[in-house]
């Protein structure tokens, strides 16, 4: 067990619908990442955030957005859902998201657009 | 474009024997790797790292060596147990320190054999 929570663990839902996927960090870590694994592509990093101000983005779409609340857990929004987003998504978290920190991983949310 | 290669799909080993997994990167500003495991149905879980300033790193069972001229990386498992079966992901980071993101390989499936 990492310490990094994920819900839900399992989300069907259709096109064109928003969802909202939840993590909680290891406690004491500061900082969570976002990432999705989908079939066809690895871990693609989406984006970070650290003590709630956003510190860097990857590959996200602009129909996701994220956010770090002053409890330190973060929500991955997911809207206006094509086929194409179903995907792993996984979060993690390191202390103070500095370089040669170690990322542990939560369990993921595996989402299902139909 | 692909900064971190794993170039073997999937390796196949009899128990007790070494099992070793590849990886190749392409960004001379990776300074830190990491090997994670992942079973079906769960996160990433952290095995082993190395920074850029080493060549070894041991952890029990697990050895990485970096070969930075090369910019190639393998973890080494020895001796290798059924439980040892999963995908394994070489990592790396390192942008200058602006982030911590994690960029990913595609993952060696490793399937040791009793």
């Known amino acids: 067990d990492s310490g990094v929570t994920q819900t839900p663990k399992h989300l069907i839902t259709a096109t064109g619908q928003r969802v909202t996927l939840r993590c909680s960090p290891r406690?004491?870590?500061?900082?969570v990442y976002w990432y999705q694994q989908s079939l066809d592509q690895g871990l693609q990093f989406l984006i970070q955030y650290y003590n709630g101000e956003e510190r860097a983005k990857g590959n996200i779409l602009e129909r996701f957005s994220a956010q770090q609340f002053p409890d330190l857990h973060s929500e991955l929004n997911l809207s206006s859902l094509e086929l194409g987003d179903s995907a792993l998504y996984f979060c993690a978290s390191s202390g103070q998201g500095l370089v040669q920190e170690t990322q542990y991983f939560g369990p993921g949310t595996r989402l299902l657009v139909l | 474009d692909q900064q971190v290669k794993q170039n073997s799909p999937s390796l196949s080993v009899q128990e007790g024997r070494i099992s070793i997994l590849n990886c190749d990167y392409t960004n001379s500003m990776f300074d830190y790797f990491l090997w994670y495991k992942k079973y079906p149905a769960e996160g990433p879980t952290f095995l082993i790292s190395i920074s850029s300033i080493k060549d070894k790193n041991e952890d029990g069972r697990f050895t990485v060596f970096l070969n930075k001229s090369a910019k190639h990386l393998s973890l080494h498992i020895v001796p290798s147990q059924p439980g040892d079966s999963a995908v394994y992901f070489c990592a790396a980071s390192g942008f200058g320190g602006a982030t911590n993101k994690l960029i990913f390989g595609t993952g060696t499936l490793l399937a040791v054999q009793p």
């Open positions: 406690s004491g870590d500061l900082s």
